[in-house]
């Protein structure tokens, strides 16, 4: 490789939230709280599903797998958020970022995977009653998780390498709170035509892919439901889907307001504030709009609250 081509950047400087220098110990004491409740709130879910054997069934099998990937990924940036908070200087080191790079999005697009999986587990469930059983074994759902891990993290081993070897010689101050692929490409000198066009039709795909077959999913559960003789088996379908309709609106309707976007329409200040979404608040609601809306996962905190 051309020595002209290589980086020469060692360290990063996280802009963050810089420009709210005066609230920064408010910031911090917010983003804690959120952390708290997070895995307080994700970790009682895996306790539950854990330890209540009415809830071993695939789709609490995937909630379960949602819960871990959700304590990971507000893992891989509040605590530096956290930590940079209470410190003038943010800095992460070159291979640090790009770790923080993979982690972020294997984890993120696992994420997308599982709301996926647990959309076809509905389907199963609802528009194949019979075949349910059969089709959906501890087996085939121990094998979907692994495949769409080793697809998230080789996806994304590719595109952290990738971004890695481009030219940083703009500046080394990235004007976020992580290591993003946005901030990142302002800070290259090199030609980024080509990488751009292919990062928006690979987020298209990456984010879309797992969406659309959410919607279609969702099509065909919803034209099964309405074909039930009863409001009672109408009303008993829908309440098992609400939970899962309520955290993919909340995942894609923010991801989606960053990723799937030209490169012209997108703000750095505002994508500062949309990323909070996606990365610390849905993480710690995910728990409580299935501990509300889902009858079984409320009947088994209840049991165990009361001992």
């Excluded at 030609?191 to 999913?217: H, K, N, Q, W």
């Excluded at 307001?257 to 990323?275: F, G, K, N, W």
Aim: one cysteine or more; hydrophobic letters at 50%.
């Amino acid at each position: 490789m051309d020595k002209s081509n290589q980086s020469t950047v060692t360290e990063f400087v996280l802009f963050g939230f810089s420009d709210l220098n005066e609230h920064q110990k408010s910031l911090f004491v917010l983003f804690l709280i959120i952390y708290i409740l997070t895995l307080l709130g994700n970790i009682v879910i895996i306790t539950l599903i854990v330890s209540d054997h009415r809830l071993h069934t695939p789709m609490y099998y995937f909630l379960r797998c949602l819960s871990v990937v959700d304590i990971c990924f507000t893992s891989t940036t509040i605590p530096k958020l956290l930590f940079d908070l209470l410190h003038e200087v943010k800095t992460i080191s070159f291979v640090g970022c790009f770790t923080q790079l993979f982690f972020f999005h294997s984890i993120g697009n696992m994420d997308s995977f599982l709301l996926a999986l647990m959309a076809y587990d509905r389907y199963m469930a609802i528009c194949r009653p019979l075949h349910y059983t059969v089709v959906m074994s501890k087996k085939l759902c121990f094998l979907l998780v692994t495949a769409s891990w080793i697809t998230v993290c080789l996806h994304s081993l590719l595109y952290a390498v990738w971004i890695s070897r481009l030219s940083y010689c703009r500046s080394n101050s990235i004007y976020h709170f992580f290591c993003e692929i946005a901030p990142l490409f302002d800070l290259s000198c090199s030609d980024l035509t080509i990488f751009t066009l292919i990062e928006l039709v690979e987020a298209t795909l990456i984010l879309c892919g797992p969406f659309l077959f959410i919607v279609i999913s969702y099509g065909c559960i919803i034209t099964t439901i309405m074909k039930m003789p009863t409001a009672v088996a109408k009303h008993k379908a829908f309440s098992t889907c609400s939970s899962h309709i309520a955290v993919v609106t909340l995942f894609y309707g923010s991801t989606v307001a960053v990723y799937v976007r030209p490169p012209s329409a997108r703000s750095l200040h505002s994508d500062r504030y949309i990323s909070i979404m996606y990365i610390a608040v849905t993480p710690m609601l995910n728990p409580v709009i299935y501990s509300l809306r889902n009858k079984e996962v409320k009947t088994s905190l209840s049991k165990m609250l009361c001992g």
